[in-house]
């Protein structure tokens, strides 16, 4: 049964670092373009970065290029979300999620959206 899980979120203080982790149960990650998105209270889910299955290609959305960096390690299974320079416009709760064959352009296609986690929560704040 696939299963994304997501985990490393917490409270920090803005200028502060945190890194998130994907797994999935019952899926091999390392066959497919992964992304991250997130979803602030009151707001629409938005992607925030994207993985190739080699890591030849990465991809993020302006609001967190230069601050953020995703990476991927296929022997572990897992893709990391590294977060530098956090601001309170950060703060949302985080996903993970496979990403369809148009791969990691624009605001990335979703697959396998039912098999999602409960995320992790990220909060930014002094």
């Known amino acids: 049964q696939l299963q994304f899980v997501e985990s490393g979120g917490g409270l920090v203080q803005p200028g502060g670092s945190l890194r998130l982790s994907c797994g999935a149960s019952?899926?091999?990650?390392?066959?497919?373009?992964i992304a991250w998105f997130r979803q602030a209270p009151g707001k629409e889910h938005e992607a925030v970065a994207c993985?190739?299955?080699?890591?030849?290609?990465?991809h993020y959305q302006d609001s967190v290029l230069g601050r953020f960096t995703i990476s991927r390690d296929n022997a572990e299974n897992t893709v990391y979300l590294q977060m530098d320079s956090l601001k309170p416009e950060d703060t949302a709760v985080y996903y993970c999620g496979a990403v369809d064959s148009r791969g990691c352009r624009g605001t990335y296609g979703v697959r396998f959206r039912e098999h999602w986690g409960q995320g992790t929560l990220v909060t930014v704040s002094s």
């Open positions: 019952g899926f091999s990650l390392s066959r497919h373009p």
């Open positions: 993985i190739m299955p080699n890591a030849d290609n990465t």
